[in-house]
């Protein structure tokens, strides 16, 4: 059962109803694609690990998201600007 909020007048559900178990799966394929990536203990760019995987930079920021929660891990993820907006991220494991 999808949870909701409400935001502004809008109501969210926290997963898309049409979202069956390929969309979730596909997240995981992301998940393990990023991992294999991150877990180096380099410093990345969201570009970087992009072009490594073939994901988008957007489902990229959402797999790093995904590793500081506990489900997932609970890994350190930090985040540090290098200029102008462009940042780098780098997994303590």
């Given at each position: 059962?999808?949870?909701?909020?409400?935001?502004?007048?809008?109501?969210?559900?926290?997963?898309?109803?049409?979202?069956?178990?390929?969309?979730?799966?596909?997240?995981?394929?992301?998940?393990?694609?990023?991992?294999?990536?991150?877990?180096?203990?380099?410093?990345?760019?969201?570009?970087?690990?992009?072009?490594?995987?073939?994901?988008?930079?957007?489902?990229?920021?959402?797999?790093?998201?995904?590793?500081?929660?506990?489900k997932?891990?609970?890994?350190n993820?930090?985040?540090?600007?290098?200029?102008?907006?462009?940042?780098?991220?780098?997994?303590?494991?």
């Amino acid at each position: 059962m999808a949870l909701s909020f409400v935001f502004k007048g809008v109501k969210f559900k926290s997963m898309p109803p049409s979202w069956g178990p390929e969309e979730k799966s596909k997240a995981a394929k992301q998940r393990a694609r990023v991992r294999k990536v991150v877990m180096d203990g380099d410093w990345h760019t969201l570009a970087e690990i992009s072009e490594k995987t073939g994901d988008p930079e957007a489902s990229v920021s959402a797999r790093l998201r995904d590793f500081r929660k506990p489900k997932f891990g609970a890994f350190n993820v930090v985040r540090e600007k290098m200029r102008d907006g462009l940042y780098q991220y780098k997994v303590f494991v």
